[in-house]
């Protein structure tokens, strides 16, 4: 009687516990944004959806995974802004459930036991990070699989499980998919790490299950060579992010800074009495934490510390028994990640300081759909590529987004070309937007708007330019 008490106890918690993170989702990502990230998926589903291919009829650096999600889903649901954020929110809540798996494999290797907060503090630190995430980006369905991946990798190192590192080595590879480098990293680090902490027998044999992660991860990256050639996937997947990404993103390091503290906190409250799982954990912790810095901000280094929420259980367990220093650096690691969040709050009521309309009902969008029915293109730029969707128009280009230090010269001439050929009706920009990313004004295609175009309509941050007639008024 007392144990069946016990398990009802537990799954009132856990249920209570679920249903507190829901709410929290729903809460930060309730809104109906016009956000730039997540237009980026929402152009290249909707180009999908209208017949076009990806990396040969546009341009694009993001694996392809997100994309044709998204684009799957409305072909089956419709083509509705809420489809995709379902599934963002979705991808987040099984990500912060598999940070509460984690946690239970690693305490269960150690045979140690955590209060019932320390296991919720991991998953609902995460959902809190999530706050700062557009729900629809390839980050966020990345990160997803990267969890699971890192789970089945865990459980194949405890038991030995050839079939749980070919689970993890799949989810791995179609992790990819969505996020190439972070996937790739992963898939390195679990493919070395299987050998180096398999334990057990000697020799080649102990490579058994590095060897059949390998070979899983490979098959779903190998169907990627069957949709495209390697050359076009290298161009614009490799080589583009590595030569163009990087000056466009350039951040402050502080919080890369704070968060180092607390990775190197943990590793010296686990250096005594250490296991496989836990150096695990932690190797791929750092490595995860160093992709972050492409863009340190706290978006994409939140993004990276699932590790370290994982093992948070652990390091309560832990402090109590070390010295006063032990317990010092509990406290820091916990105020940390709870510092980290100190900005959600400002997010979110940032996105609530406007009217809650549908995207379809802003006033520059509607004027579109209004004014600009005779052409079925529209050119939204220069990093708005959320419009096309939202107006149910399509981009007069092969590009989503033109960033002066990111999009090359030929980027801009192509565009130009195609806009010459398509000759959109109406344009739409936001400059204000992209002045975090010194955006030069001083292009082709925006020489091209000021020459043909004029203001018709302005709402917020918002400009709709409308083609002159032959006379250099408004039609």
Request: hydrophobic share 50%; net charge positive; proline share 4%.
């Amino acid at each position: 009687m007392k144990r069946t008490q016990s398990i009802s106890s537990e799954q009132l918690w856990t249920g209570s516990f679920l249903l507190a993170c829901s709410a929290l989702l729903l809460v930060l990502h309730a809104t109906h944004l016009l956000d730039s990230d997540e237009g980026l998926i929402l152009h290249g589903a909707w180009s999908i959806l209208n017949g076009r291919t990806l990396y040969t009829d546009f341009f694009e650096f993001v694996a392809p995974g997100s994309f044709y999600l998204i684009a799957a889903a409305w072909k089956l649901f419709g083509a509705h802004y809420w489809i995709a954020k379902s599934i963002g929110i979705l991808a987040i809540s099984g990500a912060a459930i598999g940070v509460w798996r984690i946690s239970q494999l690693v305490l269960a290797e150690r045979q140690v036991a955590a209060p019932r907060w320390a296991m919720l503090f991991g998953p609902f630190v995460f959902c809190l990070f999530s706050g700062y995430w557009p729900s629809i980006n390839h980050n966020t369905f990345n990160v997803v699989l990267v969890v699971w991946s890192t789970f089945f990798v865990i459980r194949s190192i405890l038991r030995r499980n050839t079939v749980d590192a070919v689970i993890g080595g799949f989810i791995c590879g179609v992790a990819v998919w969505f996020l190439q480098h972070r996937g790739a990293v992963v898939g390195a680090t679990s493919v070395l790490l299987l050998g180096l902490f398999h334990g057990g027998d000697g020799g080649l044999a102990r490579w058994k299950n590095s060897a059949a992660f390998l070979i899983a991860f490979l098959v779903p990256v190998g169907g990627m060579l069957l949709c495209w050639p390697a050359s076009l996937l290298v161009e614009n997947l490799i080589y583009f992010p590595a030569n163009h990404y990087l000056e466009v993103n350039r951040v402050d390091f502080s919080v890369f800074v704070l968060v180092a503290t607390l990775i190197v906190s943990a590793a010296w409250l686990l250096r005594h009495g250490s296991s496989r799982v836990v150096w695990f954990l932690m190797s791929l912790q750092v490595i995860l934490f160093a992709t972050a810095l492409q863009r340190p901000d706290l978006s994409h280094i939140t993004l990276t510390l699932f590790p370290l929420l994982a093992l948070f259980p652990l390091l309560v367990s832990a402090a109590p028994v070390g010295s006063r220093t032990s317990r010092f650096f509990l406290i820091w690691i916990a105020a940390g990640l709870l510092l980290l969040n100190l900005q959600v709050p400002v997010v979110v009521a940032t996105r609530f300081s406007t009217p809650l309309f549908e995207e379809s009902q802003h006033p520059a969008l509607r004027y579109v759909r209004e004014n600009c029915g005779a052409s079925p293109y529209i050119y939204a730029g220069p990093f708005a590529p959320g419009y096309y969707f939202e107006t149910g128009k399509l981009n007069p280009t092969r590009h989503s987004f033109l960033l002066s230090n990111m999009s090359t010269n030929t980027h801009f001439a192509e565009a130009l070309r195609d806009i010459e050929v398509r000759r959109p009706q109406c344009m739409v920009t936001n400059y204000s937007s992209v002045d975090k990313f010194k955006y030069d004004r001083k292009n082709v295609v925006d020489e091209y708007i000021r020459s043909n175009y004029e203001v018709a309509y302005e709402a917020g941050r918002l400009q709709v330019w409308v083609a002159r007639s032959k006379t250099g008024n408004l039609p």
